[in-house]
C-alpha cells in the first residue's frame, strides 16, 4: 500500500512535467517551421517575361539550402528576375541571394531583384525592418499605438529569431566600434550599418556633435572599459541642425536647443573660412547645408583625434534622398560610395 502510494503521488508530477517539455517542443517546432516556410520555385521564361525565381513566405537561414539548389538551376547567362514575396528576411538569407546576384551578374547578364513583402498594405513596400510604421500598420490616432504595434510585431516575429544572439552576450557586450551620428528620425544605425546587436555602441544627438558631459561620458566608456578599436561620425543630408547654424539658431538668444547647436559654431565658422570638405562638396554640386553636414563631419573627427587619436575614425554622410551612406576619404577631402573609396573620382550623388 505504501509503495502504490508513493508511485500515485509521484505520477502527477512526472505527467506536469512531460506535459512541459511536449508543450516547449511544440513551442520550437513551430517557431522552426515558420522560420524556415519559405517556397521557392522558378517560373520557365515565356515571350514576354524573362524566367523568373519567386520566393514566398520567410526567408530565413533555414530557407537557404532551397533557395540555393533553386538558383543553381539557373542557366549560367540567362537573365533572371527574382520576386521576393515575403513576410521575413534575416541577414543569412539576403547575404546568399546578394552574393549570387552578384555572381551571375559576372556572366554577363542582369538580374532583377523585386521586392514585394507581404504587409497590411499589400507588395510593394519596402523589407520589414525597412519599412515605416506606415507601411504595414493600420491608421491608429491613439498616440501609443504604433510603437506599441511595433513591440508587438518584434515580439510576434523577431524575438524568437534573436534571442540565440542575444543570450550569447546576456553578460556583457563587446562593440567593434563607437558610432556618433544624429537623431533624426531617417538615419537609423543599424540599418545603414547592417548591424546587429552588440555590433556598435551608437550615440545620437542634434547636429552629430562631439560635444557635452553626455557625449564625453560615452565616448569615455566606449575607450576605456569597452575599448572600442573604431570610432565614426555619420552626418546626413538635409539636417535640421545644420538648417538652423546657417539660419543663426545658435545666436538667437536662449534656450537649450540655442546652447546646444553653438556647440556647432566651429563647423559654420570652418565652412565659411573655405574648408577643403566644404569645397570639394559644393563642387560636387551637393547644397550649402549638405556642404556645411560634412563639413561638420570633419570637425567633429578632429574633435575626436585630438582626444583618442589612437583609434581608427572614420566620417561618413548618409545621403537621404538616395539612401547611399558616403566615406569621408581625408585624402582627397570628398565623400565617396564605399566602393570608390581611395581610388577614383567621386560620384554625384545631389539632387
Do not use: K
Not at 14 to 26: K, M, P, R
Not at 234 to 253: E, F, V
Request: proline residues 7%.
Amino acid at each position: 500500500m505504501i509503495r502504490t502510494a508513493s508511485w500515485s503521488a509521484r505520477a502527477p508530477r512526472t505527467d506536469l512535467l512531460e506535459g512541459v517539455l511536449i508543450g516547449l517542443a511544440l513551442a520550437g517546432f513551430r517557431t522552426l517551421h515558420r522560420a524556415g516556410r519559405a517556397r521557392v520555385r522558378i517560373e520557365e521564361p515565356t515571350g514576354s517575361t524573362p524566367r523568373r525565381v519567386v520566393v514566398e513566405g520567410a526567408l530565413s537561414f533555414l530557407s537557404v539550402p532551397a533557395l540555393s539548389r533553386t538558383l543553381a538551376a539557373v542557366p549560367p547567362g540567362e537573365p533572371v528576375r527574382v520576386d521576393l514575396v515575403v513576410d521575413y528576411l534575416d541577414h543569412a538569407a539576403f547575404d546568399h541571394l546578394h552574393t549570387w546576384t552578384r555572381r551571375h551578374r559576372a556572366t554577363g547578364t542582369w538580374v532583377e531583384v523585386v521586392s514585394e513583402p507581404v504587409t497590411a498594405d499589400g507588395p510593394g513596400t519596402p523589407f520589414p525592418g525597412y519599412a515605416t510604421w506606415s507601411h504595414w500598420q493600420e491608421a491608429d490616432h491613439r498616440q501609443h499605438r504604433p510603437i506599441l504595434a511595433g513591440v508587438a510585431a518584434y515580439h510576434a516575429e523577431g524575438a524568437e529569431l534573436m534571442r540565440p544572439t542575444l543570450r550569447g552576450m546576456a553578460d556583457g557586450q563587446s562593440p567593434h566600434g563607437l558610432l556618433l551620428t544624429c537623431s533624426d528620425s531617417r538615419v537609423q544605425p543599424s540599418v545603414i550599418t547592417r548591424s546587429g546587436p552588440g555590433d556598435l555602441f551608437t550615440v545620437q544627438n542634434v547636429g552629430n556633435l562631439a560635444a557635452g558631459t553626455a557625449v564625453d561620458a560615452a565616448v569615455q566608456y566606449a575607450t576605456a572599459v569597452l575599448d572600442v578599436p573604431l570610432i565614426a561620425v555619420c552626418g546626413h543630408s538635409a539636417c535640421g541642425a545644420m538648417r538652423g547654424l546657417l539660419d543663426g539658431a545658435a545666436d538667437a538668444g536662449e534656450g537649450a536647443l540655442t546652447e546646444w547647436l553653438r556647440h556647432g559654431s566651429p563647423s559654420l565658422a570652418a565652412l565659411r573660412a573655405g574648408h577643403p570638405v566644404g569645397r570639394a562638396a559644393l563642387a560636387a554640386g551637393f547644397g550649402e547645408a549638405d556642404a556645411l553636414a560634412m563639413v561638420n563631419v570633419a570637425v567633429q573627427l578632429g574633435v575626436l583625434r585630438a582626444q583618442h587619436g589612437d583609434r581608427a575614425l572614420h566620417g561618413l554622410f548618409f545621403h537621404i534622398p538616395t539612401a547611399r551612406v558616403l566615406v569621408l576619404d581625408e585624402d582627397t577631402h570628398e565623400f565617396r560610395p564605399p566602393e570608390q573609396h581611395g581610388a577614383g573620382p567621386a560620384r554625384e550623388y545631389p539632387g
